[in-house]
């Protein structure tokens, strides 16, 4: 039971990353619940769907996604984690990593998002050897 609503999850996730990469505004009404509260990394928060798909318009009129790659998934309960990398066109913007951590409502629907970003580029200050 728990295994089907989790790849139930994982899909609904993987269609709103391909509205981005599609431009396809059309899809977010099937995925997020009326009142859903999105936090990006940097600082703004969309409250609504009609907040959402604002954003998500003067966004696409700006800019373009051109990779938004999921690197892995962890569910706890109603909330699921999921690890991936970004790259757009946008302002200069260059790629990152990423975590978004989502909860789900009682229909399936995503009702908060909060993301949180991480450099994509990483060093070894004390150099690549086994960890003591």
Not at 89 to 94: F, I, L, P, R, V
Request: aromatic residues 18%.
């Amino acid at each position: 039971m728990e295994q089907g609503k989790y790849e139930q999850r994982e899909r609904l996730i993987r269609e709103y990353f391909r509205c981005w990469l599609e431009n396809r505004p059309e899809k977010l009404g099937d995925i997020f619940a009326p009142g859903i509260v999105y936090s990006e990394c940097y600082g703004p928060e969309y409250r609504g769907l009609g907040q959402v798909r604002r954003w998500f318009r003067d966004w696409n009129q700006k800019g373009r996604v051109l990779e938004w790659r999921i690197k892995g998934f962890l569910h706890q309960g109603e909330h699921t984690a999921v690890e991936w990398y970004f790259r757009c066109d946008y302002d200069g913007e260059d790629g990152f990593d990423g975590v978004s951590l989502v909860e789900f409502d009682a229909r399936g629907r995503i009702c908060l998002l909060k993301e949180f970003q991480s450099k994509a580029e990483h060093y070894f200050p004390y150099g690549e050897d086994e960890i003591e």
